[in-house]
């Protein structure tokens, strides 16, 4: 079993546009304290730029296990970009971690892969983990073609990386339909697309990077369904949205196991 063993389970918590900075910095807190002291897996939260400064001080003044994301971030490391956080910035702020290509940003913002595969070079390049978000809109779903949709993007987010940081990519298989909505995919159903995206970079890549990559499912995760999610053997975490706003709730999440003593 290579999921616990080679590849660290990771619940990340997308905090969108969320949270004052002092709300933040309060949630993280509240999160911290409730965390399992024995945690075995890799808990990362994504605030808002405006709040990423606070939070990076308050866990490296205590300690925190916690870790910490951007939602975004720009493919060069400075210029004449107005609006836009260079890696570099990130960097400085200790934070391991930058959301690539979410599906609000494709959507939104007009990301196409093409834009992607240059943030995704340069996160690699800096060392800041991308977590790369991969999904198909429902209109995909409804005619079946979601592998398809899945597999080109795949392609064109991926093409040219350097496969000596390649395994540091987290992949979130995150279906358009079940974002927000309340709406899940069965656990069965995302774990097989998440076997299929492990194929898929077996082939772009190698055998041994596709076992080493983690793939995350993302889509309305709630404590309540948190745990058929997490004991399929290809899902390696989770990104939670709107749960992830409150302690409790993300809390449960996170510490899940829990609940598996229970079972
Ligand atoms: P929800 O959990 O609110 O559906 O959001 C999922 C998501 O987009 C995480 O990036």
């Not at 619940?11 to 509240?30: D, F, P, Q, T």
């Not at 599906?103 to 983990?129: C, H, M, P």
């Not at 069965?186 to 080493?212: G, L, Y």
Request: proline residues 5%; aromatic residues 6%.
């Amino acid at each position: 079993m290579l999921k616990g063993e080679i590849r660290k389970p990771i619940i990340a918590g997308n905090w969108k546009m969320h949270k004052m900075h002092l709300e933040g910095v309060k949630l993280v807190e509240e999160i911290d304290n409730s965390l399992d002291k024995n945690l075995d897996i890799e808990v990362v939260i994504i605030p808002p730029f405006t709040a990423l400064r606070s939070i990076s001080t308050v866990i490296k003044a205590n300690q925190m296990k916690i870790k910490l994301g951007a939602q975004n971030m720009h493919y060069m490391s400075e210029g004449p970009f107005t609006g836009e956080i260079s890696p570099l910035m990130l960097k400085a702020l200790d934070i391991e971690y930058v959301i690539i290509g979410h599906s609000e940003r494709r959507e939104y913002f007009d990301e196409t892969d093409e834009l992607i595969n240059k943030k995704l070079k340069k996160a690699l390049e800096v060392g800041i983990k991308p977590i790369l978000c991969v999904g198909e809109p429902l209109r995909i779903r409804e005619i079946g073609k979601q592998k398809q949709y899945v597999r080109e993007q795949l392609n064109n987010c991926l093409e040219g990386l350097n496969e000596n940081y390649v395994h540091n990519i987290v992949i979130a298989y995150e279906p358009i339909w079940a974002i927000g909505t309340g709406k899940t995919a069965t656990p069965e159903d995302a774990n097989f697309m998440i076997s299929f995206i492990r194929q898929r970079i077996s082939k772009i890549f190698s055998p041994v990077i596709s076992e080493k990559i983690r793939i995350q499912y993302g889509g309305s995760v709630k404590p309540f369904s948190i745990v058929p999610i997490m004991v399929q053997p290809e899902i390696d975490g989770v990104l939670v949205g709107g749960a992830s706003l409150n302690a409790q709730d993300f809390s449960d999440i996170v510490n899940y196991k829990k609940k598996l003593k229970n079972i």
